[in-house]
């Protein structure tokens, strides 16, 4: 154990700081984890590590674990404890015009790997995913072997949904076609010898403004037992050190001076302003996107391994995809620069010009979320989404010029045709997310731009009774 006793309040509150923030994206995934695969009781549990768990079914206002959720497919997860052997994914051939992927994160909130369309193609494969300690024999029907860096992993799988008609085909997908079995069972021998249990800690919920200091104890946990030290982060974790911060550590606050332990609660209000000012000053005007929060450890270095962005990225969309696969242009202000709020008769439209869609691959779309939670809009019709599916199959109207205008109000509008492209906005704050699924390098290079959002003056019409027009 560091002896911080010689810290100053000043030095121990900067490593609290950068720790806070090198420990979020790690303790709130962590959170997550455990509510889907080590809570029995929690309401939205999925089963037991090491299996295969999915349904055939779209996100909803009643799913609250994580912040942001994709309601353009049906997810299945994978929450692997790759200690004692590989897992085995096996996928089986796929439509070639049904996008897919499986996203592998590692306990960094790293994407360390994927297997899908863009990546190993739409056939039949047989995936051996290994931890770093692993040294075993590849069996020769393996297409590929990959490996992460931590032995705690989390494997997401989307696939993609053409309409409501096709729901049973993807369910026959999710529980006759994806396959994850351990590598022992795989080759049919004998499993290698238990690995010693784990007794995993309850997480914190860290909603914005927290200054729990369990934060520390849980990165602890985590560093210690599933996440080898990266040889890029030996210095830092010897400097975290000096205050107990780090794998094979304890982290005891009560131990700490009364001036040490303010400096440390400081230093974790000092992460959560820093997190504020890059969003209102860097994120919010879209000079930092998503293509900077997620992606691998590489790509993080690349861009100068700012940690504050893989905190940013957790809170607000943890386990986001890297941009080759997908693209968030977000909406979190008006063309005026205002915060976007659909209280009263405030109303918004956002208007695709003719050919100017979002280019994707795959497909796009449009998500309504409230704020602060994040999370989908309750709404009567039951519409979280404007989507290019919809478009495909008639759902939507276009513009004279075949251009495509979306209605963003908490009212339902008279209008037939408003009625049609309305997205409902919750009666308060919140935030448009575009998603483009394999997005075109125009999206990717910034050639093509999100339109503006637009604020209705002086105001809008709706079912609601409200007494203003378009």
């Not at 959170?31 to 929690?42: C, T, V």
């Not at 400097?239 to 794998?247: C, S, Y």
């Not at 050919?355 to 691959?361: E, K, N, R, S, V």
């Not at 939507?396 to 997205?423: F, H, M, S």
Request: hydrophobic share 35%; glycine share 6%.
């Amino acid at each position: 154990m560091a002896d911080s006793s010689t810290l100053t309040p000043q030095e121990a509150r900067l490593i609290s700081k950068d720790a806070f923030i090198y420990a979020y994206p790690m303790v709130d995934s962590y959170r997550i984890f455990f509510a889907y695969f080590l809570w029995p009781n929690n309401d939205e549990y999925k089963g037991p590590l090491n299996e295969l768990h999915g349904e055939a079914r779209l996100s909803t206002p009643s799913d609250k674990t994580v912040q942001t959720p994709n309601t353009d497919t049906p997810y299945c997860v994978v929450g692997a404890d790759l200690r004692a052997e590989p897992l085995v994914l096996t996928v089986p051939i796929i439509d070639p015009r049904r996008y897919y992927s499986i996203q592998l994160i590692d306990a960094y909130t790293h994407n360390f790997e994927y297997v899908g369309t863009r990546t190993t193609g739409n056939g039949a494969g047989k995936y051996l995913l290994a931890g770093p300690d692993w040294t075993g024999q590849t069996p020769a029907e393996i297409t590929a072997v990959i490996r992460s860096e931590t032995s705690l992993v989390l494997a997401l799988y989307r696939t993609q949904l053409f309409n409501s008609d096709d729901l049973e085909n993807v369910e026959d997908i999710i529980e006759n076609g994806y396959k994850v079995q351990p590598l022992s069972k795989f080759t049919n021998t004998d499993p290698p010898s238990e690995m010693p249990a784990v007794r995993y800690p309850r997480p914190v919920r860290l909603d914005k403004g927290e200054t729990s200091l369990e934060v520390f104890s849980l990165l602890n946990f985590l560093l210690t037992t599933f996440c080898p030290t990266h040889e890029s982060e030996t210095e830092l974790m010897a400097r975290f050190a000096k205050l107990n911060i780090g794998p094979g550590l304890t982290f005891d606050p009560t131990e700490l001076s009364v001036e040490l332990k303010q400096a440390v609660e400081q230093g974790v209000k000092d992460g959560w302003d820093a997190y504020l000012e890059l969003k209102k000053n860097k994120i919010n005007t879209q000079e930092v996107t998503a293509a900077d929060l997620f992606g691998t450890r590489q790509h993080l270095t690349e861009t100068g391994n700012i940690y504050l962005y893989r905190m940013a990225g957790a809170i607000l969309g943890i386990w986001g995809n890297s941009v080759e696969e997908a693209m968030y242009p977000s909406y979190y202000n008006d063309s005026d620069g205002n915060e976007l709020n659909a209280s009263g008769d405030v109303c918004y439209t956002l208007r695709f010009e003719p050919g100017g869609l979002p280019p994707a691959d795959a497909f796009w779309s449009a998500t309504m979320y409230n704020l602060p939670e994040q999370l989908l809009v309750e709404n009567e019709l039951e519409r979280y989404l404007i989507n290019s599916t919809m478009l495909d199959n008639n759902e939507l109207v276009l513009d004279e010029d075949e251009g495509l205008t979306l209605y963003i109000q908490y009212a339902q509008p008279t209008e037939e045709k408003k009625r049609k492209n309305w997205l409902p906005a919750p009666d308060k704050g919140f935030f448009i997310s575009l998603r483009l699924y394999l997005p075109q390098q125009e999206a990717i290079n910034g050639t093509w731009q999100k339109p503006p959002l637009k604020r209705v003056k002086p105001h809008c019409t709706g079912k609601s009774g409200l007494s203003v027009s378009f």
